[in-house]
């Protein structure tokens, strides 16, 4: 079945510094890949999807690229702010029934 | 346009007890499906709900049980409850059909219900 690995933390980063949260995945097929984010005593949020090969999917500065040759879908984004404080959850599809399958999160702490 | 709601926030039981959390699914959303999230971990699909059946369950026990009510809110049930049953439990809501694997689709989680088993 499908899976994924994600890296796991904490990631601590001063305020402007270049992230990278590295996520690899195993799957039937090319399955849409998620990145989700979980603020401190929130549920989880969609930050960003690509649904094929080589898609990139961006929003509020973070970027992923979907890449078939290495099986793999990192997060990345130029300078954090303290407000990116939170959980990151790599996810894919665990199959026909519509759920998702996460990785076990990276807690990542921006210090100004 | 109203996201997805879950009550209560907090509770705590005590093991052998049993307990029941609530869901109020997005407006236009009539599939509903319950994950468990232990602390420091990823969710754990549960089951999925559409048009008031199961349609789609994890690897959990019988114990674990659900429904889905006529508005597409939805109950999860957790009878003969243990300790390591202590997680945050969250309801997504989203349309039905194979479109997360399309990324058609996108599920819409709520804040969650935090269960403490004594």
């Known amino acids: 079945g499908n899976s994924v690995t994600q890296m796991e933390g904490p990631v601590t980063l001063s305020e402007e510094a270049f992230l990278t949260i590295n996520c690899t995945y195993t799957?039937?097929?090319?399955?849409?890949l998620f990145w989700y984010v979980q603020y401190p005593g929130e549920g989880l949020q969609l930050l960003l999807k690509a649904t094929k090969a080589d898609d990139k999917g961006s929003n509020k500065g973070f970027e992923a690229t979907y890449r078939k040759e290495t099986t793999s879908f990192h997060l990345e984004k130029g300078s954090v702010q303290v407000s990116d404080s939170a959980v990151y959850f790599c996810?894919?599809?665990?199959?026909?029934?519509?759920?998702?399958?996460f990785g076990k999160g990276t807690k990542l702490s921006v210090k100004p | 346009e109203t996201g997805v709601t879950q009550s209560p926030t907090h509770l705590i039981k005590t093991r052998g007890q049993q307990v029941t959390l609530r869901c109020s699914s997005q407006s236009g959303h009539n599939t509903v499906s319950w994950y468990q999230q232990a602390l420091g971990q990823g969710p754990q699909f549960i089951f999925q709900y559409y048009r008031e059946e199961e349609n789609g369950r994890g690897n959990f026990p019988p114990r674990f049980s659900g429904l889905q009510f006529p508005n597409y809110s939805s109950e999860l049930n957790v009878n003969a409850l243990e300790l390591d049953d202590s997680a945050l439990y969250l309801c997504?809501?989203?349309?039905?059909?194979?479109?997360?694997?399309?990324?058609?689709?996108?599920?819409?989680f709520g804040a969650g219900s935090r269960l403490t088993v004594l």
């Open positions: 997504a809501s989203s349309l039905p059909g194979t479109g997360v694997y399309s990324g058609a689709n996108v599920l819409t």
């Open positions: 799957a039937t097929g090319y399955p849409s």
């Open positions: 996810a894919l599809p665990g199959g026909s029934q519509g759920n998702l399958i």
